[in-house]
T-cell receptor, first 115, second 117 residues
Framework: AQKVTQAQTEISVVEKEDVTLDCVYETRDTTYYLFWYKQPPSGELVFLIRRNSFDEQNEISGRYSWNFQKSTSSFNFTITASQVVDSAVYFCALSESRNFNKFYFGSGTKLNVKP | DGGITQSPKYLFRKEGQNVTLSCEQNLNHDAMYWYRQDPGQGLRLIYYSQIVNDFQKGDIAEGYSVSREKKESFPLTVTSAQKNPTAFYLC????????????????FGSGTRLTVV
């Protein structure tokens, strides 16, 4: 079974629209970490955020915000007023306390922001 | 600046050849990883190493081999036994090793695109 599901394969929006990327995870551990990474066309994955399982506070960083809800096992990512430079593939990932070194990545959501 | 260097950026391999992908980090990270990415798919773990001279198989280790003789280096060899090696390969590192109780996440290299010709 998939531990991390990103159901949206590809999303297209027009610049300045808000967009939410969904991430649903599955784990039996009580201690775990969730991550979002951005992969621009250059290929390198760029770290965006880390959240541990004991911290359910939502976080905002500029135009980015994250909504962590343990009740629904979701860790969604919203970009407000999207820009062309936001075009990339976004990955959600999970690591569990039984082995923090092993990450489970979702299949990614490709975001296309058109001018 | 500290970071992870992968080389080469593009690599072409003939059928039946072994090739080695380089990964070097100067972040003083204990753990290093190799992932494979295929079009439209997520990242799949090939091998990882938590300390020097030790490494573990990931989910798709068949047809690959690694070594970890130095903390800074974690080369990946794609052998002729790997039936479908054409893919994008990403190397990563993280602060935490085997004893880490906190996960600070990965730092990734820029990747190597391997094509079989």
């Amino acid at each position: 079974a998939q531990k991390v599901t990103q159901a949206q394969t590809e999303i297209s929006v027009v610049e300045k629209e808000d967009v939410t990327l969904d991430c649903v995870y599955e784990t039996r551990d009580t201690t775990y970490y969730l991550f979002w990474y951005k992969q621009p066309p250059s290929g390198e994955l760029v770290f965006l955020i880390r959240r541990n399982s004991f911290d359910e506070q939502n976080e905002i960083s500029g135009r980015y915000s994250w909504n962590f809800q343990k009740s629904t096992s979701s860790f969604n990512f919203t970009i407000t007023a999207s820009q062309v430079v936001d075009s990339a593939v976004y990955f959600c990932a999970l690591s569990e306390s039984r082995n923090f070194n092993k990450f489970y990545f979702g299949s990614g959501t490709k975001l296309n922001v058109k001018p | 600046d500290g970071g992870i260097t992968q080389s080469p950026k593009y690599l072409f391999r003939k059928e039946g050849q072994n090739v080695t992908l380089s990964c070097e980090q100067n972040l003083n990270h204990d753990a290093m990883y190799w992932y494979r990415q295929d079009p439209g798919q997520g990242l799949r773990l090939i091998y990882y190493s938590q300390i020097v001279n030790d490494f573990q198989k990931g989910d798709i280790a068949e047809g690959y081999s690694v070594s970890r003789e130095k903390k800074e280096s974690f080369p990946l060899t794609v052998t002729s036994a790997q039936k479908n090696p054409t893919a994008f390969y990403l190397c990563a590192s993280s602060i935490g090793g085997a004893a880490s109780a906190t996960n600070y996440g990965y730092t990734f290299g820029s990747g190597t695109r391997l094509t079989v010709v």
